[in-house]
């Protein structure tokens, strides 16, 4: 089985920082690899997929990057609305997601 | 607008059963892949099992395989899981999600969820 570790688990920022998580899978996934926000009582949204892909209608605030074993999300310049968990997931070999990473405000 | 809407869900026994519903719209259904993911009240999320647009599966969790079935009714537009020998452990959120992408070679991702519904077992 695929392994997935997010990193940090949880993240400190304020409105306006640059937040950058990072996932690490326990082997190669080439660019298999969806980012998903998720608040509380509430579903998770895609974000990315395909490593880069913005999904349409996301803010252009978000990217991915990376390929093989480990990945990024970035948020330029962090929003109010952008508090939230955020979960990666692998779909190179059936579907694992990370532990997920929390965005809280500073 | 695209629509999953999940129901079934509720406090069950452990060893008992319950059989989950997830009525599709705004799309083709029978045009797609749809799974299940669970997620524990506060915990993370866990894919539970995925099915092919026709009915093919596409896999178990190996925490639920044996005991969940996971089928389709495409005239419907509806998604199941029947999940058997219930545990303290599956208690959980049950989202289905739709794929998208090639999920029979399982490189497809989820792009639209339902809101959930809560399986809850204990005695």
């Known amino acids: 089985d695929i392994q997935m570790t997010q990193s940090p688990s949880t993240l400190s920022a304020s409105v306006g920082d640059r937040v950058t998580i990072t996932c690490r899978a326990s082997q190669s996934i080439n660019i298999w690899l969806a980012w998903y926000q998720q608040k509380p009582g509430e579903a998770p949204k895609l974000l990315i997929y395909k490593a880069s892909t913005l999904e349409t209608g996301v803010p252009s605030r978000f990217s991915g990057s990376g390929s093989g074993t480990e990945f990024t999300l970035t948020i330029s310049s962090l929003q109010p609305d952008d508090f939230a968990t955020y979960y990666c997931?692998?779909?190179?070999?059936?579907?694992?997601f990370g532990q997920g990473t929390r965005v809280e405000i500073k | 607008e695209v629509q999953l809407v999940e129901s079934g869900g509720g406090l069950v026994q452990p060893g008992r059963s319950l059989r989950l519903s997830c009525a599709a719209s705004g799309f083709t259904f029978d045009g797609y892949a749809m799974h299940w993911v669970r997620q524990p009240p506060g915990k993370g999320l866990e894919w539970v099992s995925g099915?092919?647009?026709?009915?093919?599966?596409?896999g178990y969790a190996d925490s639920v395989r044996g005991r969940f079935t996971i089928s389709r009714d495409n005239a419907k537009n509806s998604l199941f899981l029947q999940m058997n020998s219930l545990r303290a452990d599956d208690t959980a959120f049950y989202y289905c999600?739709?794929?998208?992408?090639?999920?029979?070679?399982?490189?497809?991702?989820?792009?639209?969820w339902g809101q959930g519904t809560l399986v809850t077992v204990s005695s």
């Open positions: 999600a739709k794929g998208r992408g090639d999920c029979r070679n399982t490189n497809c991702y989820f792009d639209y």
């Open positions: 099915i092919s647009w026709n009915s093919g599966p596409l």
């Open positions: 997931q692998q779909y190179n070999t059936f579907w694992t």
